[in-house]
């Protein structure tokens, strides 16, 4: 096994570790809240693969992708050390209540997913077939920016990043005035057409 390999089998190895941490530090009665992907065990599987079965690389291509892996990780780790700092650190989306606008996420919607999303990204290219977990990975945390988006919102932030683009579209944003319970203003609205 080169060097290459073992540095880049080690950062995968520190990101899932770190990843099952954060997961066990969430409280119990937010643990049905997190968004997985779906199916989970084709996303492990082809994740997991290029641990066991690795293509060989020339040496330019195996260094690229453990530089992407090591930048990624950085990215990683320092967004997840600046929420924690701010108190602001969860697994759920709506467990967060001080946005960041600083660091890591002056430049950068969610650098978290971006750190894995790019870490696996390197991981991928030691063995194409993981990129089936990688997109997998990708359409989970599309899901869970939604759903962040959407509760930076009712925090009254609106937050964009140069990756952005790629997390979707936002929620649409409510009218000040609606009603709390859009059921019940339809329900008057029609009562109102029949009386006039």
Known sequence: MSIIDLLSRLLFVALVINELIAVR??????HDNI????????????????????????TWLGLTALGIQAFAFAIH?????????????AV???????????GMYRYLENPIYVGIMLNMFGWSIFMPIAFIGWVLL???????????????????????GLDSPFWGERPAIPAPTAPAVQGEWLMEAEEREKVK
């Open 35 to 58: 968004i997985m992907p779906k199916p989970i065990w084709l996303t492990a599987i082809t994740l997991l693969l290029p641990f066991v079965f690795r293509l060989e690389l020339p």
């Open 138 to 160: 990708g359409i989970a945390f599309r899901k869970d920016v939604y759903q962040e988006r959407q509760h930076l919102m009712k925090l009254g932030a609106v937050h964009s």
């Open 92 to 102: 759920v989306t709506d467990a967060g209540t001080n946005v960041q606008t600083k």
């Open 25 to 30: 530090s969430t409280p119990k009665e937010q």
């Open 77 to 89: 780790l320092l967004s997840q050390a600046q929420l924690i700092r701010a108190k602001s650190f």
